[in-house]
Each structure stands twice: as C-alpha cells, then as structure tokens.
C-alpha cells in the first residue's frame, strides 16, 4: 500500500516548498508550500494562521510546514484514499496531480488512464472500490505512461483557453 510520508516530498517539490508567491496570474491567489488563499479561506477559522480574524495573505506567508502537510494528508491523500493504491508511483502521481489540478480532474484522468490500459471503470471522478481496484490490477508502469500524457493534454487544454496560465 502506498504511504503518504513517502508521496508528499514529490507535492511539496513540485509545489515549491516554503517559497511564498503570489502570482497574478495564479487564480488561487497567494500560494506557501502549494496551499493557495483561495484554499485556505475554504477551510475557514483554520485558514487564519495568524489568528487575526481573518484569512489573507498573511495567513499564507505564515504557513507552517506542518500545517501544509496535515492539510495534504486530510484534504487530499486522506479524503481520496490513495494508501488504498498499492503501487508508491501511481499513488503519488494522483495526489501530486489532485493537488495540482483539482481532485476531481486527477481522478478523472486516471480513470480515462485505467479505460485505455484495459481495466475499464466509470468516469465519475469518485476514486472508490472500482477504480481503487482497476488502478491495482493494472500495470503501474502502463498507467503512469496514460497518466503523463493525458495530464500533459489537459495542461495544454488549459493554456489554449487562458495562455496567462503557461507561466506554470
């Protein structure tokens, strides 16, 4: 089974780790550790780190690092049930990629992914008992190949309908 303390140093790398941004292209607004304000202000009195009333920039910029990671493990890792998917890569990829793109479109795609590769399941963007159990009968390597270039698809989708994005 896949274990989250061995996925989340691929999101936190790719997220950029403790380097505040606030990008004005970035439709999550000021971002710490990957988490955005437009994320934290979802999660309410939780989001307003700084205790100050009220959930900004600020509260952003004074992100622990441990604070980011209980969030990924509750918000993400957790809630989609990837210690479920035995293979460490493909649990990794989907998290790394619902962090990124929204939990919805990372299932999404890889149920697109597990149809192409053989093991076909409803496109629903839910990662329940099916398509946990298709992702595990499937060969990891074949799944991981459909998931890069269906997401590289997506990425592209996306800048042909807002090019501020390709910036990211």
Known sequence: MAR????????????????????????????????????LRRLGRVGDVDGDGDVDADDVRKLPKETAIAIYR????????????QDQAVATKVFDLAVNMGSDPAVRLLQYALCLAGEPVDVDGILGSQ????????????????????SARYYCRLVDKDPSLAVF
């Open 131 to 150: 398509t946990i159990g298709a992702t595990n009968r499937a060969k990891p390597e074949l799944v991981l190949e459909l998931l890069r270039g269906l």
């Open 4 to 39: 989250f303390e061995d996925a989340i140093a691929t999101v936190l790398d790719h997220e950029g780790w403790d380097k505040f941004t606030n990008h004005p292209a970035d439709p999550g607004g000021a971002t710490k550790w990957g988490i955005s304000l437009r994320f």
């Open 74 to 85: 509750e918000h993400w890792w957790d809630r989609l049930r990837l210690s479920e998917i």
